[in-house]
């Protein structure tokens, strides 16, 4: 025997569809302004896709940048219930959909996640943090990373240079790192060169000493007082800018 249909379930797609494409309107105790539904809806997909992408809007102009939203609107069945995660999914329909500008904008796909990595890490959740000391006694003694980060490889630098700047001439190999900062909670963006961003690779992944930072620069720095240097700047840089915490306690 079948199961009676569930009309609620029934009239909550209904609306949702319309509410989408603007078709079949369904029949609601409030006729009148169940035009409002989509109004209000769309309007709340567009100022937080506003809000998460201010870059990516600015490159590809106003109108190619409404006819996206639009168009996401109206063909992408979102996923998630939480409106801060809608970003992602935007980002993930770019990549899953044909749209005539994409080769005219290479690094849009990188910088529409670039963009969604700093809303990712402003909302994650605190992650446990070891103890840790500004004082370093000794030259063994073991950092302590700030877990709250990504490392993100990118082959255009709209990081660092305006966006509606960025010529073919300017496509490399570049790292940005997009952290959390541990005592204001605000994103921060760093741009670091490869060396750099293979010591804090290390650190974030295994106990680390300075001893062991100088032995990752040996590999592109013969000169001992130069390698002691370099990392000294790293150091001092990234406990700055508290990309590491400071030093473990003994």
Same mark, same amino acid.
């Given at each position: ?37 989509r109004r209000l809806v769309f ?9 998460? *992408? ?22 992408? +069945? ?11 999914? *935007?980002?993930? *329909? ?6 005539? *500008? #994409?080769?005219?904008? $290479?690094?849009?796909?990188? =910088? ?25 006694? =000794? ?17 255009? $630098? ?8 960025? +010529? ?26 490869? $060396?750099?961003?293979?010591? =804090?690779? #290390? ?9 062991? =930072?100088?032995?990752?620069?040996? +590999? ?31």
């Amino acid at each position: 025997m079948k199961s009676p249909k569930n009309k609620t379930f029934e009239l909550q797609t209904e609306l949702g569809m319309y509410c989408r494409t603007g078709l079949n309107e369904p029949k609601t105790s409030i006729q009148n302004h169940t035009f409002q539904y989509r109004r209000l809806v769309f309007n709340i997909i567009k100022d937080t896709l506003k809000t998460a *992408f201010p870059i990516a809007k600015e490159l590809i102009g106003k109108h190619r940048w409404k006819k996206t939203v639009s168009y996401f609107f109206e063909n992408h +069945k979102c996923q998630t219930p939480q409106v801060w995660k809608l970003p992602f999914e *935007f980002y993930e *329909f770019y990549t899953q959909n044909a749209f005539p *500008f #994409k080769k005219e904008f $290479p690094f849009l796909l990188d =910088l529409l996640l670039y963009e969604w990595l700093e809303i990712e890490i402003f909302m994650m959740e605190d992650l446990e943090i070891e103890p840790f000391t500004n004082q370093k006694e =000794l030259q063994s003694e073991i950092l302590v990373p700030n877990p709250e980060i990504r490392i993100f490889p990118i082959s255009y $630098p709209f990081h660092i240079k305006n966006a509606n700047e960025i +010529k073919k001439k300017d496509k490399g190999q570049y790292f940005v790192t997009i952290h959390r900062d541990y005592f204001t909670k605000q994103v921060k963006f760093n741009d670091f060169s490869y $060396p750099f961003v293979e010591m =804090l690779l #290390k650190i974030n992944e295994e106990s680390t000493s300075i001893l062991q =930072l100088e032995e990752i620069f040996s +590999k592109y720095e013969k000169d001992q007082k130069n390698i002691q240097k370099e990392v000294k700047q790293f150091l001092d840089f990234s406990i700055e800018n508290n990309l590491i915490l400071g030093y473990k306690p003994i």
